[in-house]
């Protein structure tokens, strides 16, 4: 039986709360989601537990799948009990999307899936509208599975999520809006949404530390399990693993920019700065926990990524997002830009981040009087 399932009570409760609190249609009660959502409590059960343990939360978190128009929602029933709210729909198109993406035919030998041929041309579209047309048709899941022979990429993206949502909750977030010193941070609507974007960041870069942190353990038993001894095919094999629950973390974000009514969210950081956060907290844990040879995995994976989709679309330019060119060139006398991936549209990228920084050092020691677990970024460097 579910441990981590809400009650019949706080179900109750939910929906007591109303849809300016709440924003599910409807909250299934254990008994009828264990009827037919399964996989999503088999899914949720694992990774709250195991939040749980690794971050040592002063907390009772519990989760109950819904039909909402919110994804994924945290609702607080009181000081020290949460509940996450799954979308069902939301849990098979994350899903979906990333199988379909893992056995992309241009993607599935770096990832060692087999391929999968796509049924519509997407010549000539943007990269995000690639995605949603994956979401609203989407692969079937059974003949997907048995061609990725892994479950490291969707879980990936599952545990990106479900930590997001878990740091705003242990990391104090919760805690610090409701409380007086949130005046001091948002005397002004630009100055709140600062503060709002501040603890995004953050809630990115724990999601990305976790998921990193899971994987690369659950590699370690992947190994054991499948008793692989050679030391060359064990490194293959981590490999492989590696880019999977990567590529997993990226398809997690660019689902919710799929999701986005609008590319450039007031409260939220960009989109590219959001995928830079999750790519830089990568960098740093690989090359601390692995090498330096590991730490190049997520650009490896970034570049394979965009170029399956540019593939798919034609050319890198058609694709339209920041992730597959941060910066446009037109040369003198030039009827056409040059569109590329370089080091200056990163520098600019990363500018978009420094005020976050200045944020986070000041409302960090704040957040310490809420805190319920997990480990909060040093406040004398940027959150990673």
Same mark, same amino acid.
């Given at each position: 039986?579910?441990?981590?399932?809400?009650?019949?009570?706080?179900?109750?409760?939910? @929906?007591?709360?109303?849809?300016?609190?709440?924003?599910?249609?409807?909250?299934?009660?254990?008994?009828?989601?264990?009827?037919?959502?399964?996989?999503?409590?088999?899914?949720?059960?694992?990774?709250?537990?195991?939040?749980?343990?690794?971050?040592?939360?002063?907390?009772?978190?519990?989760?109950?799948?819904?039909?909402?128009?919110?994804?994924?929602? @945290?609702?607080?029933?009181?000081?020290?009990?949460?509940?996450?709210?799954?979308?069902?729909?939301?849990?098979?198109?994350?899903?979906?999307?990333?199988?379909?993406?893992?056995?992309?035919?241009?993607?599935?030998?770096?990832?060692?899936?087999?391929?999968?041929?796509?049924?519509?041309?997407?010549?000539?579209?943007?990269?995000?509208?690639?995605?949603?047309?994956?979401?609203?048709? %989407?692969?079937?899941?059974?003949?997907?599975?048995?061609?990725?022979?892994?479950?490291?990429?969707?879980?990936?993206?599952?545990?990106?999520?479900?930590?997001?949502? @878990?740091?705003?909750?242990?990391?104090?977030?919760?805690?610090?809006?409701?409380?007086?010193?949130?005046?001091?941070?948002?005397?002004?609507?630009?100055?709140?949404?600062?503060?709002?974007?501040?603890?995004?960041?953050?809630?990115?870069?724990?999601?990305?530390?976790?998921?990193?942190?899971?994987?690369?353990?659950?590699?370690?038993?992947?190994?054991?399990?499948?008793?692989?001894?050679?030391?060359?095919?064990?490194?293959?094999?981590?490999?492989?693993?590696?880019?999977?629950?990567?590529?997993?973390?990226?398809?997690?974000?660019?689902?919710?920019?799929?999701?986005?009514?609008?590319?450039?969210?007031?409260?939220?950081?960009?989109?590219?700065?959001?995928?830079?956060?999750?790519?830089?907290?990568?960098?740093?844990?690989?090359?601390?926990?692995?090498?330096?040879?590991?730490?190049?995995?997520?650009?490896?994976?970034?570049?394979?990524?965009?170029?399956?989709?540019?593939?798919?679309?034609?050319?890198?330019?058609?694709?339209?997002? %920041?992730?597959?060119?941060?910066?446009?060139?037109?040369?003198?006398?030039?009827?056409?830009? @040059?569109?590329?991936?370089?080091?200056?549209?990163?520098?600019?990228?990363?500018?978009?981040?420094? %005020?976050?920084?200045?944020?986070?050092?000041?409302?960090?020691?704040?957040?310490?009087?809420?805190?319920?677990?997990?480990?909060?970024? %040093?406040?004398?460097?940027?959150?990673?």
């Amino acid at each position: 039986m579910p441990s981590h399932y809400a009650s019949d009570e706080e179900v109750k409760n939910l @929906v007591n709360l109303g849809k300016k609190i709440c924003a599910a249609n409807w909250i299934f009660t254990e008994s009828e989601a264990d009827a037919d959502y399964y996989a999503i409590i088999h899914d949720m059960e694992w990774i709250i537990a195991h939040l749980m343990r690794i971050l040592n939360i002063n907390a009772v978190i519990n989760y109950a799948v819904a039909s909402s128009t919110a994804p994924f929602q @945290v609702v607080r029933l009181s000081e020290n009990r949460f509940v996450i709210l799954v979308d069902r729909n939301a849990y098979y198109d994350l899903l979906g999307l990333n199988l379909r993406i893992q056995t992309l035919p241009s993607l599935s030998e770096f990832l060692g899936t087999t391929s999968l041929e796509l049924n519509s041309s997407y010549q000539g579209k943007y990269l995000l509208d690639i995605i949603k047309d994956f979401l609203f048709n %989407p692969i079937d899941y059974q003949e997907a599975i048995n061609a990725t022979k892994s479950c490291m990429g969707y879980q990936a993206s599952l545990l990106f999520i479900i930590g997001h949502e @878990v740091a705003h909750m242990t990391h104090g977030h919760l805690g610090f809006k409701k409380s007086s010193y949130y005046k001091e941070f948002s005397l002004t609507e630009q100055d709140e949404n600062l503060t709002l974007r501040t603890l995004e960041m953050d809630a990115d870069s724990s999601g990305t530390t976790n998921v990193s942190a899971t994987m690369e353990f659950s590699i370690l038993k992947s190994l054991e399990m499948l008793e692989i001894s050679e030391e060359i095919k064990r490194q293959e094999k981590s490999k492989l693993l590696r880019r999977q629950y990567i590529t997993g973390i990226y398809v997690a974000l660019l689902y919710s920019d799929a999701r986005l009514k609008t590319f450039f969210t007031p409260k939220y950081p960009i989109s590219y700065s959001r995928f830079l956060t999750a790519k830089g907290v990568l960098e740093i844990a690989l090359r601390k926990d692995i090498n330096e040879e590991a730490s190049k995995t997520p650009e490896q994976v970034r570049s394979h990524l965009v170029n399956s989709f540019a593939a798919i679309s034609g050319s890198l330019g058609s694709l339209g997002h %920041p992730i597959a060119t941060n910066m446009m060139i037109i040369e003198p006398g030039a009827t056409e830009p @040059v569109h590329q991936y370089d080091e200056l549209g990163i520098l600019i990228g990363l500018e978009h981040l420094e %005020p976050l920084y200045s944020r986070w050092s000041r409302i960090r020691p704040i957040l310490e009087q809420y805190q319920l677990g997990g480990e909060l970024a %040093p406040a004398i460097s940027p959150p990673f």
